[in-house]
């Protein structure tokens, strides 16, 4: 199963639309969860047409993979937008990781996000192989994103490969503030208390990868 689905038409991408396309998405699964899904509802409640979509995406997988890797790939680009990521040390790597971990952290806890991850999650042991083809767009790839930063800084772990590193600083950015939004779909963190979570948190990881390295 491919990851993204993109039919190259050489006709220009319709922003409005592809936002069209994912208001839709969010208003379905808000009212139905996933199993209202499909190429024909979302062309509906978007108000484009069945053959745009299937142009556009291929299909009903092509449409929700590109969902989840837009906005995965929005948080990085926005992160990194005004920041070199010809990385030399750890010290120029920490302010990176900060603006990342809050770009990543304010994406999940959007509303959309949120009712999007509990339809997957409500669903039960149905659509495992289109789950697994999410993760690989959103999670995964955000894993993988922070691993090859990490890498480029020179940071290594005589215990750990690249990746598992970016998911252990994945889940220290998560812990005590992503499974309380999801549950209780509020967020208890102002701007700035959600800045300092992630610096401290990525400060710690720091430390204590480079004070291994150091042993």
Not at 108 to 131: C, H, T, W, Y
Request: proline fraction near 4%; charge should be negative.
């Amino acid at each position: 199963m491919p990851e993204i689905h993109k039919k190259t038409t050489g006709r220009p991408v319709d922003h409005q639309k592809t936002q069209r396309v994912f208001d839709a998405i969010d208003d379905i699964l808000a009212n139905e969860g996933i199993s209202g899904l499909s190429i024909e509802r979302i062309a509906k409640n978007a108000g484009i047409s069945k053959a745009t979509l299937y142009r556009r995406f291929g299909d009903i997988q092509g449409v929700l993979g590109a969902y989840v890797e837009t906005f995965t790939q929005n948080a990085f680009d926005q992160a990194l937008q005004s920041k070199s990521v010809n990385l030399k040390s750890p010290l120029d790597l920490e302010p990176v990781l900060i603006n990342i971990g809050i770009a990543l952290m304010t994406l999940i806890s959007q509303p959309r996000v949120v009712a999007f991850d509990n339809a997957m999650l409500a669903s039960g042991p149905r659509f495992i192989e289109f789950k697994e083809a999410l993760y690989r767009n959103g999670p995964q790839k955000a894993v993988s994103q922070i691993g090859e930063l990490l890498e480029q800084a020179g940071i290594s772990s005589p215990l750990f490969d690249i990746t598992t590193l970016g998911d252990i600083l994945f889940h220290i950015w998560r812990s005590g503030f992503y499974d309380r939004v999801r549950i209780t779909g509020q967020i208890e963190m102002d701007c700035q208390q959600l800045e300092n979570h992630i610096a401290s948190g990525t400060r710690f990881f720091l430390s204590n990868i480079l004070a291994e390295e150091y042993k």
